[in-house]
């Protein structure tokens, strides 16, 4: 069965510092990886997603996904945080049901970053 | 703007009542999704539509049903409501069933007292 987990519920850095969201997943058969942000009282904005080729996924906003196969992790990155990032983040893996095509998305439990002056 | 537009974006009702959440997808999009996020539930598959026709399930309750009319729009109805049902339905499309990401509306809270 197809899930993500995301290990932290909230992740602190300072404005101008790097930050990584953590991600790791478990597929069966090629994984299929997005990063969704959610700020508050709106929907999910689509940040980046990872289907193959490069393990360096870049997306919106300056965000960039790495892929590691060997430890089944997507973490999500960025070189230098801005308050305004400051907002709720989701993994997400494409669910195969059988033989049908489906594109539903499974989402992990979300890891809030908060991005301080 | 994601272009998938949700109505109402608050609703507050009763246990016991019914509901209905409507949802206009990105144009040409053709696949519709709906999902359920609460704080304990985080978020929730709950229903996907292709081109009218139902493409998969997921946790969603037998006093729920949901549709997508001919002009792609799409409805979440909520029957026998309880306070549990509180939450925020979001809806999402994509043009096809493939690997495009989902684009989401902005959700409705639904409140049931």
């Known amino acids: 069965a197809q899930s993500v987990a995301q290990p932290e519920d909230q992740v602190n850095v300072a404005e101008g510092n790097p930050l990584t969201v953590k991600c790791t997943y478990s597929?069966?058969?090629?994984?299929?990886l997005f990063w969704y942000v959610q700020y508050p009282n709106r929907g999910l904005q689509f940040l980046l997603k990872?289907?193959?080729?490069?393990?360096l996924v870049k997306g919106s906003y300056g965000f960039e996904a790495e892929f590691n196969k060997s430890q089944t992790s997507f973490h999500l990155k960025k070189p230098s945080a801005l308050v305004s990032d400051s907002a709720l983040y989701f993994c997400?893996?494409?669910?195969?049901?059988?033989?049908?095509?489906?594109?539903?998305?499974?989402f992990g439990q979300g890891t809030t970053l908060q991005v301080k002056p | 703007d994601s272009g998938v537009t949700q109505t109402p974006k608050h609703l507050i009702t009763a246990t016991g009542q019914r509901v209905t959440l409507r949802c206009s997808p990105r144009?040409?999009?053709?696949?519709v999704y709906w999902y359920q996020q609460s704080l304990d539930q985080g978020l929730q598959f709950l229903i996907q539509?292709?081109?009218?026709?139902?493409?998969a399930k997921g946790n969603i309750l037998e006093r729920f049903s949901a549709q997508q009319f001919p002009d792609l729009h799409s409805e979440l109805n909520l029957s026998s409501l309880e306070l549990g049902d509180s939450a925020l339905y979001f809806c999402?499309?994509?043009?096809?069933?493939?690997?495009?990401?989902?684009?989401f509306g902005n959700g409705t809270r639904l409140t049931v007292t």
């Open positions: 999402a499309s994509s043009p096809t069933q493939g690997l495009s990401p989902l684009h």
């Open positions: 597929v069966s058969g090629n994984p299929y």
């Open positions: 990872y289907i193959t080729g490069d393990n």
């Open positions: 997400a893996v494409r669910k195969m049901d059988g033989s049908s095509n489906t594109g539903k998305l499974i």
């Open positions: 144009s040409g999009d053709l696949s």
């Open positions: 539509y292709y081109n009218g026709e139902e493409r």
